[in-house]
Structure formats: C-alpha cells, structure tokens
C-alpha cells in the first residue's frame, strides 16, 4: 500500500526564515513519482513540483529546494528567506506502480503560517 | 487557455436530497480524478478516469456516490441521497495520462454544505 505521512501539522515561522516541511513515503513500487502542491487560504491547489523515483537530484526554483533522498524515503521541501505569500497548507504527494501510476495520493498537508 | 472548470462553487442543501458536482476537464486531457477535502480526512481520491472509463473507484465511500464521464469534456459526481457528513469541497483534476503521471490540474472546488 502506499502512503505520505507528513509529521508536522502546523508551523509558525517569522517571515525572512528558512523552512523545512517533512515528507515521508512509503511503496512497495520500484518506479514511482512525487509531487509538492501548495493550497493558498484561498483554497486552490497548485502543482510545485514533480520528481521520478529514479532522479535524486536535488532541485532548487527560487526560493524554493527539494530534497529526495530514498534511503529515507523522504522528500522534503525547503522555503528560503520565506515570505507572507508563502503562507498556505502544502500537501506532498505519491503516485507509482504498474497499474495504477496515475492514482496521485496525498499527504496531509502542513500549514504554514509566515508572520511578518 | 481555461483551467478546470467546475459547478456549483457552492451548494446548499438538506439532508436527503440528490446532489451532482459537474467538471469540465483541461481540453486534451485525458486522465480526470475526483478528490474530497474534510479537515478530519483530507485529501481522499473517489475515483478516476482515463479516456473516459473509471479505472479506480476504491475510493467511493458507499452506493449513494456515483460518478460519470460521459465523453471528454464533461464528467459528473452524484450523491443520492445526501447526508450531513457528505459537507466537504470536493475537487475535480485533470492530466494528460500519456505525459506519464504528469502534473494535475485542479478545478476550483465545489463546497457542498448538506443540512
């Protein structure tokens, strides 16, 4: 079965931090993909990123970095120098398999609260 | 070109009665999923489509769920009949499948408050 745990329900941070928001996976799948969405207050969900199982590179867009590492299972997300707008719930997400690689599972979610 | 469009936005309405959420998917999309969001459960996934034919209802939480997708560009989620605890948004997202898990692309919600 798979799953996304993300452990931190809720952070608060002062704005012009850094943030780290934790996902952790689990599949039994050998090819599988990754995905960071962001839903703002005003409820929408937006596409970050995608990662395949096969590329660890990390990735860096602006201010924002991921970090998949598979001996881990983990997949995290990195806010630099964060910022108000940045305030919203973020949901990581897992899809893979065979046959049913397009069934994208959430976590979820963190939200985040950037307090000017 | 247009997102994902989804209707109502909002919808009221009383315990027992039929409710249907309707989406129109991203044009040349071919793969639609129909999600709900409570703050107890998340984000669940009820069902998907690819070329129009469900693929995955595991998700569906009884009988009085049921969802369609007549031809391309339309696709409905039905509740009959309805219950207090079916108060959610449920989202409607479209992909384009042969992209191989490409991203997805989300409608705007429909929040469903049943009395």
């Known amino acids: 079965a798979q799953k996304v745990t993300q452990a931190q329900t809720e952070i608060s941070v002062v704005e012009k931090e850094d943030v780290t928001l934790d996902c952790v996976y689990e599949?039994?799948?050998?090819?599988?993909?990754l995905f960071w969405y962001k839903q703002p207050p005003s409820g929408e969900l937006v596409f970050l990123i995608r990662r395949n199982s096969f590329d660890e590179q990390n990735e860096i867009s602006g201010r924002y970095s991921w970090n998949f590492q598979k001996s881990t299972s983990s997949f995290n997300f990195t806010i630099t120098a964060s910022q108000v707008v940045d305030s919203a719930v973020y949901f990581c997400?897992?899809?893979?398999?065979?046959?049913?690689?397009?069934?994208?599972?959430f976590g979820p979610g963190t939200s985040l609260s950037v307090i000017p | 070109d247009a997102g994902v469009i989804q209707s109502p936005r909002h919808e009221v309405t009383e315990m027992g009665q039929e409710v249907t959420l309707r989406c129109k998917p991203i044009s040349g999309h071919n793969s639609l999923f129909w999600y709900r969001q409570t703050m107890m459960r998340g984000l669940e996934l009820l069902i998907y489509?690819?070329?129009?034919?469900?693929?995955?209802d595991s998700g569906m939480p009884e009988d009085r769920f049921s969802a369609k997708m007549p031809n391309a560009s339309f696709s409905t989620l039905k509740i009959q009949p309805s219950e207090p605890r079916d108060s959610a948004v449920y989202f409607c997202a479209s992909s384009r499948r042969d992209r191989r898990t490409g991203e997805l692309f989300f409608g705007e919600g429909s929040r469903l408050t049943v009395l």
């Open positions: 997400a897992l899809s893979g398999g065979k046959t049913s690689y397009d069934k994208v599972i």
């Open positions: 599949t039994r799948d050998t090819t599988y993909y």
């Open positions: 489509f690819n070329n129009n034919v469900p693929i995955d």
